[in-house]
């Protein structure tokens, strides 16, 4: 998951969380409430086949095993990196295990790769301390040592607020916004603090060094107080701006530089990075399909991102989407009679440094984007679904209800709006005009894994997952096999 | 902490804990039960002023203002380095600004030093990965890089059960016991899994070495997730043994190596140490007194260590018991009547690696060790104390019990067995047959940071760190106060 789409989020209601909790350990628990299904929608044999999926798919540890088999097998996969080539063969050759029957790749040229390299960084005074430090995703490197003292902006709104010129000459800038101490207000989530904390991660090198500083540092965007730096990516140099070093430093260092401040007396760091932007690389979006028995110019388009930061190993950013994804629609694919509508996983490229893929992909099926029936895709982790909502054409919305009530004993709300709009790169999709559907997660530990070493195969939860996964499987399973235009 | 005395701890009962937890909000509530003072053991003058001094400390911050000053201002302080002259200076100055009328060193020589270096670990086949490794403390290096397959022992024992001579030559031994799966037997402590864990990472480079292994790893003796390897200390090489590297890796990357290994094919990895041992070193024992108003050859001794490891800032292991035991000494000095025997604070040296300051200090305090009244240590991290337990003589029983009526509104038990031994350094005054007290902490979190980058200030719990320091004053308090012989 990158920056984006994550400020106006929807606050998730409590009770719906508690709901989701007491239904934990009660998979296939009855429907309760006005959920008899309307046969009128939906046919008994389809809402049958429908409930027997969702029970196979609570019990089947497919998306466990899928994103055990990513994480060893390949690991970390940034664009560019030996991993992502290493991933483009892992992807079809699962696919082609999993028993899709169509699995190509399509071509996304990067037009820079980078090299992480090392980052470390000291305070050298008033107290010696060593700093966890890491680079933002294609920060230029410090090209030996760089030593400045360290200046405090609460937000990049602050920062904004100092002349531009070379008011911040010889200094490094050190914006300490903490996603962790930000409240929602009403009606926003806590996804909105992440949203916040991106802003100085995108842009604050720029503004910066507008302002004569020599590299900015920013507190982690994150959740936890471990003591890693939390990477990502910002939105890339400006001509006519000096390209100056950008880099996160962790929660607990942070606040230990906070503390030294509050004395009163100067603190110098000393940071060396030996992060370089190199030459273009060439990657690829990957896509198996299962084609339907009625032809294959019509599909259902499950979604997920490819890539992963360098650091950890892609567990929940984004193993779990990939894993659930993959198994969802292997699990549609397994039925006793081959969906009628085809449908297709595409693992998109470069989703971590901004859509990169996806907007491939866009230009590659300009043509076709009319055959894409409905989407969706998982970034939120391997947590479970707590809401389900469309964003589909009017007469498509009581369809899609009479869907929802198939997958309502999972513990999974509602959403009354019609608004979704497609998580992650399924949001350029959206954007165009394709049917969505937003299966909001529960990610209440997301943000403390996320973009650091610590997202690894032991952060997932296997019952959460086969959750996850059986919510999907069920929908686009009716889906497949219901005549609808969703676009109407 | 460092490996020893914790395979034979009792498990705190659960309705303890919950008891601390109600009583989390409601410092100074009223004693319940039978918990009227005697006052024909404690006088009415003395209880009221260990009321008044119990809801004093709960009020003041003094205990976490100390922590934040030696996490920030020294930081980590492994005994022979840098941090540790810092801390040296920083503990005689904290003394003098906290009223310590008698502050001084005791030196403590160390028969060798060790850098730590660096340490850099990777899966070369059948899948590349980078790999979270540290050194365990005063391993030597790899002298480059160290190539070789990995075999798995779940123990020390099925190490062990490994015929000695070459059997193992060319490979690295990796122990994989995990204490995060280990279930305490009755009346266990989840502690004693902490003891099992130490057993390979106190002899596992001797015994892997006896078998003509290349090197050890260890999975890290912890209860997190995190992708931290735990340091700690071996028990040092042997004669005639050959010298191999030993270190431990985090447990997402134990997992990773096992789930590599389920797959059938041989693991090579590449290790480099940069790890060195080192020349003699000086150190010290830091000591501050209260004096008491009849004179100072009679003292109550509040102990804690002053090392740490050195990758966090020693935070909890141990910032909490220099901080808590300095804290309850300067508060009851402060009380209205300078106290009648003298409070002696001992922050020993070098617990990490083997008590070594607390022998040195045994060795120059034989003749008057009989002037060491009643002795207790924090090592257990800032948490709450659930449970008090003597190990005085038989007639003095009564008289702690008596005393200790008046923390019991702190939610703490009494552990009705009279045979405290004392903990982490001070054990070795008990053993001697100094009086101790234990004040058994929760702990519930201490094993997830402990000896990683992640012991850090931010871990600290303010109002448990002020729970804990009130609990010490309140009892030495009274324990100056009152003309008992402990022994007896």
Known sequence: MNNRNYENQIKTPFAILLCTAILASTAGAQPTGNLKIDHSIISSEIADNAVLLRERALLDNLSVDIVESLTTEV?????GTDGDKRVIEWSQAKFRELGFDRVWTEEVILDRGWTRGEARAEILSPYPHNIVMTALGYSVGTEGDLVGELVEFKSLEDLEAVPEGDSLKGKIAFVSYSMSDFVPEPGQSEFAGYGLGTRARGRGHVVAAKRGAEAIIIRSVGTDNNRYAHTGSGYGYVDDVKKIPAAAVSAPDAILIQNMMKRGEPLTMKMNLTSEITGPEKSANI????????????????????????????????????ASMMAAAALIGRMEQQPRRSIRVVLFAGEEIGFYGVNVYMEQ????????????EVDGGGGRIHTLTSGVGEQSVPVVHEMYKLIAPLGIAWGDSNDARGASDISVLGNAGMPVLDFSQNSNDYFDYHHTPNDTFDKIVPEDMRFLTAAYATIFYMAAEMDIDFRQ
């Open 75 to 79: 690991g970390p996969r940034r664009i």
């Open 287 to 322: 896509i198996g399909e299962i084609t339907g028995r009625e032809g294959s110019d019509n599909y259902l388009v499950l979604a997920a991102h490819v890539d992963s930061w360098d650091e950890g190993t892609g567990a929940i950013d984004d193993g779990a989407g990939v």
């Open 365 to 376: 099926h300009e043509d076709d984007i009319g055959e894409h029936i409905l989407g969706a």
